[in-house]
C-alpha cells in the first residue's frame, strides 16, 4: 500500500476488525503521515488522515 500523499511505503501500525471489513492503521515510512484505511476484499480502499 503506497502513501496517497507522496506515494512511498507505509507501514501497518495496527490492524482491527471493522464492520464488514478491516481497519488499518497506516504510517508513511517518508513524510510520516498517519493514515487510517478501510479495506474490503472487493471494495475500494478508503483513506483518511489522521487529525
Ligand atoms: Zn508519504
Redesign the pocket.
Known amino acids: 500500500m503506497k502513501?496517497p500523499?507522496?506515494?512511498?511505503k507505509?507501514r501497518v501500525r495496527d490492524c482491527r476488525e471493522f464492520r464488514d471489513s478491516f481497519k488499518r492503521y497506516r504510517e508513511?515510512l517518508?513524510?510520516l503521515?498517519r493514515f487510517v484505511t478501510y479495506e474490503k476484499v472487493d471494495f475500494e480502499t478508503l483513506w483518511e488522515v489522521e487529525k
Not at 500523499?5 to 512511498?8: A, K, P, T, V, W
Open positions: 502513501c500523499l507522496c506515494g512511498e507505509t508513511c517518508v513524510c503521515t
